[in-house]
């Protein structure tokens, strides 16, 4: 059995969101040999440039609360109130530090345990078709084309899921089913996804 992952599965659990049990329970499943982990390259390497852009959004925060504070501190009969806000505003940096370690453990992690795609000609050759026919942005083209590449590699007897929350691109009736010809089920809610994992693994 593969479980096919991308991006938002890694940040799922870099940064201990709402499904972030269910996922890191596939991972163990995969660390246990019970399951085969595979995610494009490209999915290792996105969730550092959505850190950063989270990263400068937040230091866009702190300069514009810092410089309100400098004006409110200003008036005398605001001074208490401005104290007592200063310590959440000195925590936003060590928000960055932390999510940038737990990130650099989870991909650490994921390429020890899992199978990395490589990006080749014929991913990428797919991806072009796949952001001209589904208007896919580019790095979703680059992931959905990587897994189809390596679902034709695979045994089409072998059951697989692809895990990912972004079901406004990957549940397009047309990707669902071009998964399923391949004997790979999409799933959005890793929660009722593990749950199938574990009801195969018990078999019949």
Same mark, same amino acid.
């Given at each position: 059995?593969?479980? @096919? ?25 995969? *660390? ?16 550092? &440039? =959505? ?11 702190? +300069?514009?609360?810092? *410089? ?37 453990? &989870?991909?650490?992690?994921?390429? &020890?345990?899992? @199978? ?7 991913? #990428? /050759? ?10 896919? /942005? ?8 990587? %897994? ?12 697989? $899921?692809? #895990?990912?929350?972004? $079901?406004?691109? #990957?549940?397009?009736? $047309? ?7 391949? +004997? ?12 199938? %994992?574990? =009801? ?5």
């Amino acid at each position: 059995m593969i479980a @096919y992952v991308e991006s938002n599965f890694v940040l799922e659990i870099a940064m201990g969101q709402e499904f972030s049990q269910a996922a890191d329970e596939i991972v163990n499943l995969a *660390e246990d040999g019970e399951l085969k982990l595979v995610f494009p390259s490209f999915a290792a390497c996105e969730p550092f &440039t =959505t850190l950063e852009h989270r990263e400068r959004e937040r230091n866009r925060l702190y +300069n514009s609360l810092t *410089e309100h504070l400098r004006q409110l501190a200003r008036s005398v009969s605001n001074r208490a109130d401005v104290e007592s806000l200063r310590p959440l505003l000195l925590g936003l940096p060590q928000i960055g530090q932390r999510e940038d370690v737990r990130l650099a453990l &989870t991909v650490e992690r994921l390429l &020890t345990v899992g @199978y990395s795609i490589p990006f080749d000609l014929d991913s #990428f /050759s797919l991806s072009r078709e796949l952001r001209r026919r589904a208007r896919l /942005s580019g790095p979703d083209a680059i992931i959905l084309a990587a %897994i189809l590449t390596d679902l034709n590699r695979q045994d089409p007897t072998e059951r697989k $899921w692809f #895990f990912s929350r972004n $079901w406004r691109d #990957f549940a397009a009736p $047309w990707i669902v089913e071009r998964l399923r010809s391949r +004997n790979c089920r999409y799933v959005e809610n890793f929660i009722n996804g593990l749950a199938e %994992i574990r =009801t195969a693994l018990a078999g019949p």
